[in-house]
């Protein structure tokens, strides 16, 4: 774990908790516009990775089990505390549930006040795409237009147009082992100037493209793309690969390219990376913003964003939404802290409660029979 300290923060008295509902990030999405919503979250992500050495950064805590896993990922800074709740459950869909549901918070650190209290599974999508994005600005080749996506599911709309709205991708070449989502993708995407083409294969898929996403959901050692199917030149956007034992590209793709990671402990564990020895060399992302070492560096060079997510990304979609939702009136209080007349006495909150229940109390025991005695 990681840990700067600086001067404690200002402490702001008040109760208060906002709330942010999946209906109204929704529909906030819907108003600001899907790819400036992703815009303005790439921004902030990336403002936030410049200033990596002031958050307090740890690998999420995982609980696994034999279908799905269940996280919880927090971070900090002197102003902040934020978690997110998530889970990967692929086997979800046959019960009519989303494969990735989250909720998280953000904190005073002053305080531990909780302040707001959001939605993020469409969240989640969104902070996704638009790291992602973040990452290819700078590792993609100059140029590039054509994008394979490997999984079409439900975050593949909002990694489509995080390329097309924020880098300039023009045609997506999709493919999906569940034809059925390849054709909602399609769908969905019929609204935006983007040449859209439904492949039978990965391998047809990622013919000629600069750029390869891939998004698959199950949690597996499989191999999604091989090393035969890459060209000298492609940026590899390696989404779904995010826990211990679900991968998606061979060895043998790592081997043959440089890797850029978000946080290395936590990839080490989880990416795609885990097939790999302790000591195959990776780069923190951060570093390439900051100036310390190169991004792309030739038109020939292969490279691989091992995205598994961190949570310093959802500390920044988390603030980034509370401020659409803030100045859109969107959001809600949530009476989840008690205001106290006095903060020792937690026990008055009781006190209704208490004079209701010594009155309920006082008709049974009279109304409990007694013994009969008899006179001597």
Request: glycine fraction near 6%.
């Amino acid at each position: 774990m990681s840990h700067t300290t600086t001067a404690s923060p200002v402490i702001s008295a008040g109760v208060r908790t906002d709330f942010l509902s999946h209906r109204n990030a929704a529909e906030l999405v819907a108003s600001v516009g899907v790819i400036e919503c992703l815009r303005g979250m790439s921004l902030t992500i990336e403002a936030d990775f410049m200033r990596w050495h002031d958050f307090d950064k740890s690998a999420r805590v995982a609980n696994h089990s034999q279908d799905g896993v269940i996280e919880l990922m927090p971070v900090s800074d002197q102003q902040n505390y934020a978690f997110k709740y998530v889970n990967g459950h692929p086997v979800n869909t046959r019960h009519g549930l989303p494969t990735v549901m989250a909720f998280g918070a953000l904190a005073s650190v002053a305080t531990g006040m909780p302040v707001f209290l959001s939605e993020l599974t469409l969240t989640t999508a969104l902070r996704t795409a638009a790291t992602s994005a973040m990452v290819a600005r700078r590792l993609m080749r100059p140029g590039s237009r054509t994008m394979a996506l490997i999984g079409n599911g439900s975050q593949s709309e909002f990694q489509a147009l995080a390329f097309h709205g924020l880098l300039g991708i023009r045609e997506l070449r999709l493919f999906d082992i569940d034809a059925a989502a390849t054709r909602k993708l399609k769908a969905n995407l019929a609204p935006y100037d983007l040449d859209v083409v439904c492949c039978g294969s990965t391998a047809e898929a990622v013919e000629g493209a600069d750029i390869v996403t891939t998004v698959t959901a199950d949690k597996a050692y499989a191999t999604i793309l091989h090393a035969d199917m890459i060209r000298p030149g492609m940026h590899i956007n390696a989404v779904g690969g995010d826990c211990p034992g679900k991968t998606e590209l061979a060895a043998e793709v790592l081997q043959r390219a440089d890797v850029f990671v978000e946080f290395e402990p936590q990839t080490r564990i989880e990416g795609d990376l885990q097939q790999m020895p302790a000591d195959f060399a990776v780069t923190e992302f951060w570093r390439v913003l900051k100036g310390e070492v190169p991004g792309r560096t030739s038109e020939q060079q292969i490279t691989v964003f091992d995205s598994v997510g961190f949570t310093l990304e959802d500390d920044s979609a988390l603030r980034h939404m509370r401020a659409l939702a803030e100045s859109a009136g969107m959001l809600e209080p949530l009476e989840l802290i008690p205001e106290l007349d006095d903060p020792k006495n937690l026990f008055a909150l009781l006190g209704t409660g208490q004079r209701a229940s010594r009155a309920a109390a006082l008709p049974a025991r009279a109304a409990t029979p007694q013994p009969e005695v008899t006179a001597l």
